[in-house]
């Protein structure tokens, strides 16, 4: 396989996954390498598909041809293998998986270079997050904590990224803030990167998809 799967992970509904997936991708395949373009494809392997939703939003609004992005959906162990395809033709296949599943997860996880796991800063998203570390842990895979929606002044936001540092799994220096920008571009099918460039955002979101792409060795 010559590209990277990317999968991102959370049992506890509500904490960015669709979101986190989204920008991730806009933002790998707005690297510019060497030689040529990244090719990024997005897998949506949750049934509520917000990301389906999100990229027919996309095509609406850049045409099926200006997405710069390939979609495609899963389930269960399909996903594995779908995965698998993908990244032979792909620089980077990042999937989008369900939350509240071990057994919808799991393939996922199973067939990643590196599972990203947004984490809210509070007491629940921490103790709710425990159950995903430990299905990483099991598969053996790579993982990234992703400190999402964070209040940058805010003592509860210092306290709970101390506690996630002490988890015991690597967690990325670049913490997302909590932005209503994110809603608003996503209903648009875009991202903060395109719909306010140069924004102190979208400076965040490039810096996270530049620490994936340095813990998957590109």
């Known amino acids: 396989m010559s590209g990277k799967i990317i999968t991102v992970a959370q049992q506890k509904g509500g904490s960015g996954k669709t979101t986190l997936a989204a920008h ?11 030689g040529g373009k990244v090719r990024v494809a997005l897998l949506d392997c949750d049934p509520q598909g917000s990301l389906g939703e999100w990229f027919e939003a996309r095509e ?55 599972v990203a796991v947004p984490v809210q800063p509070t007491p629940i998203d921490l103790w709710a997050t425990q159950p995903t570390l430990d299905m990483i842990a099991k598969e053996g895979t790579a993982s990234l904590l992703v400190i999402n929606r964070a209040q940058s002044r805010a003592a509860l936001t210092q306290e709970i990224g101390a506690a996630i540092m002490a ?8 913490r997302l803030g909590n932005r209503v920008g994110y809603a608003a571009s996503m209903g648009k099918g875009l991202t903060l990167l395109e719909t306010v460039p140069g924004s102190k955002g979208a400076h965040e979101v490039e810096a996270l998809a530049a620490e994936f792409r340095r813990s998957l060795g590109d």
Do not use: C, M, N
Not at 83 to 107: C, G, H, M, Q
């Open 60 to 114: 609406t609004t850049l045409g099926e041809d200006g997405t710069g992005l390939t979609f495609r959906t899963a389930s269960g162990w399909g996903a594995r293998r779908e995965a698998r395809s993908l990244v032979r033709d792909y620089s980077f296949v990042v999937i989008d998986t369900p939350p509240k599943s071990d057994v919808e997860s799991r393939p996922a996880i199973e067939a990643a270079h590196l």
């Open 24 to 34: 991730l991708a806009v933002a790998l395949a707005q690297h510019s390498v060497p």
């Open 167 to 174: 988890l015991g799994h690597p967690a990325a220096q670049t």
